[in-house]
C-alpha cells in the first residue's frame, strides 16, 4: 500500500495475495531469499483503539457535532488529506445503550480551526457530553504523528494482552514543559528535564 494510501479490508488484502502468489509464487514456496515490503500501515491499523469522551455536543440543523479530545492533533494525516483510513466510531456505557434510533453525526476533534473533523455525516445513537467512545482502527499513523498544535499534551497509551487480560501503561500521558522541579514546579521551555 505504499504506506500512505487508505489501508486495504481484509477482502482487499485477500484479492491481493491471491494475485501474488500467482504472479510471485516464490513467495510461497521458499525460494525466495529476501523480501522488502512497505505494509507498516496495515500491519498496525487493526491493532489500535482511541478512547474519548465527549467534550462538547451541540445540534446544528440535522446534525448532530460532538466534540472529542482527539483530532488533528492525533490524526494529522488524515484530517489533513481527507483520507478515510475506514476508522470505526463505537458509543460506549450510556450512549450504547440508546440504539437503535440514530442521529447523522460530524465527530469533530479539539483543535482551533474548523477543518478539525475526524469524521462527518455517520449515522449513531445520539450522544452527550460525557459520554464515551472508542475509535476502532487506529494503529497505524496517529501517535506516532502527534502533534503539539497549541502545546497539547500526548495522550496516554496503554497496551492490551488480552490473553493475560491485563493492561499495561506503555507511554504515560505528560508533557515535558509541566515536570516538577525543585525550584518553581513547572519546567520551563528553555530549562532541561532532570
Known amino acids: ?15 491481493y495475495v491471491d ?4 504472479a510471485v509464487p516464490a513467495l510461497w ?23 474519548s469522551q465527549i467534550e462538547y455536543a451541540v445540534q446544528r440543523e440535522d446534525t448532530r457535532i460532538v466534540y472529542c479530545h482527539v483530532g488533528a492533533d492525533m490524526f494529522v494525516r488524515d484530517i489533513y488529506t481527507g483520507t478515510n483510513r475506514g476508522m ?6 450510556d450512549a450504547a445503550d440508546r440504539s437503535p434510533a440514530t442521529t447523522r453525526t460530524d465527530i469533530a476533534g479539539p ?3 474548523a477543518g478539525d473533523y475526524i469524521s462527518k455525516h455517520i449515522w449513531m445513537p445520539p450522544l452527550y457530553e460525557g459520554d464515551e467512545i472508542i475509535l476502532l482502527h487506529t494503529g497505524s499513523n496517529a501517535f506516532g504523528l502527534w502533534s503539539r498544535h497549541c502545546s497539547r499534551t500526548i495522550p496516554q497509551v496503554i ?15 505528560r508533557n515535558p514543559y509541566l515536570e516538577e522541579t525543585s525550584s518553581h514546579g513547572i519546567l520551563l521551555p528553555w530549562e532541561e528535564p532532570k
Open 1 to 15: 500500500d505504499g504506506g500512505g494510501s487508505s489501508s486495504p479490508s481484509l477482502s482487499q488484502m485477500q484479492y
Open 19 to 22: 494475485g501474488l502468489k500467482k
Open 29 to 51: 514456496d521458499g525460494t525466495m531469499k529476501q523480501l522488502i515490503t512497505e505494509f507498516g500501515q496495515w500491519s498496525y491499523f487493526y491493532t489500535g483503539y482511541v478512547y
Open 88 to 93: 470505526v466510531f463505537v458509543p460506549v456505557g
Open 111 to 113: 483543535l482551533c480551526f
Open 159 to 173: 497496551g492490551v494482552d488480552r490473553t493475560s487480560e491485563t493492561l499495561t501503561v506503555m507511554s504515560p500521558r
